[in-house]
């Protein structure tokens, strides 16, 4: 993902910044605890698709 992109992209439900988790292929909202999957390099920005995170899980997150 390119980091143009991550720097302009906020949580759609919040608006609070994102981390991208390479790994998982998932931008990251730390204050919702949701998972936004990143599709074919294409954010998919909607809440249905976001993924809960766990409590006790914290996923590393490479910026």
């Not at 906020?10 to 609070?16: E, H, I, Q, W």
């Not at 790994?23 to 998919?44: K, N, Y």
């Amino acid at each position: 993902m390119e980091s143009r992109l991550l720097d302009i992209l906020v949580c759609p439900l919040c608006k609070g910044r994102l981390q991208f988790d390479r790994a998982q292929a998932e931008l990251i909202c730390q204050a919702d605890r949701l998972a936004f999957p990143v599709r074919d390099g294409i954010p998919v920005m909607l809440e249905p698709e976001a993924r809960d995170l766990d409590a006790t899980a914290v996923p590393t997150c490479a910026a």
